[in-house]
């Protein structure tokens, strides 16, 4: 089952990012270097980002209510729009509170849409991407 809205919050969740490694690249310097934890939040990312797309048959439980699917076009419209306004804020900034907000919100999106669609899959890549990804922007600071 493919998941047009998900498609959508991934895209929006990335135009920054993107824009970012065009003409920020300085950004994107990793100074940490764990490839172990780097391999887990990538993975987790990307699993993450797939799932938000895909709903595997034998892995989505699906929403159990209209309020339930309310709540994820809601929830994740707020976080987009936070994350936006956080990346505008900030954008010649460079700090710790920013990055750390920036991982906390896509980590939160992922984490939030697992529940609301009973995705364990999803609920435990997004666990998996928050803990992998906040670390590393901590020993980046």
């Known amino acids: 089952m493919f ?5 959508i919050f991934i895209i929006v969740l990335l135009l920054p990012n993107i824009y970012a490694s065009i003409f920020k ?3 994107f310097v990793n100074k940490f270097d764990d490839r172990l934890l780097i391999k887990l939040e990538n ?3 990307y699993l993450c980002m797939i799932l938000m797309v895909i709903n595997i048959q034998d892995l989505y439980g699906g929403f159990k209510s209209v309020e339930a699917f309310v709540a994820y076009l809601g929830i994740n419209i707020i976080l987009l729009g936070l994350y936006y306004i956080t990346w505008f ?4 900034f460079h700090s710790i ?3 750390m907000i920036l991982g906390i919100i896509p ?12 995705h364990l899959l999803l609920i435990i890549s997004g666990i998996v991407f928050a803990y992998a990804h906040l670390k590393i922007i901590w020993k980046n600071r």
């Open 3 to 7: 998941n047009y809205f998900g498609v």
């Open 25 to 27: 690249k300085e950004l």
């Open 43 to 45: 993975i987790g990312r």
């Open 89 to 92: 804020i900030f954008y010649k």
């Open 97 to 99: 509170y920013k990055n």
């Open 107 to 118: 980590s939160l999106m992922f984490i939030i849409s697992g529940i609301l669609q009973n």
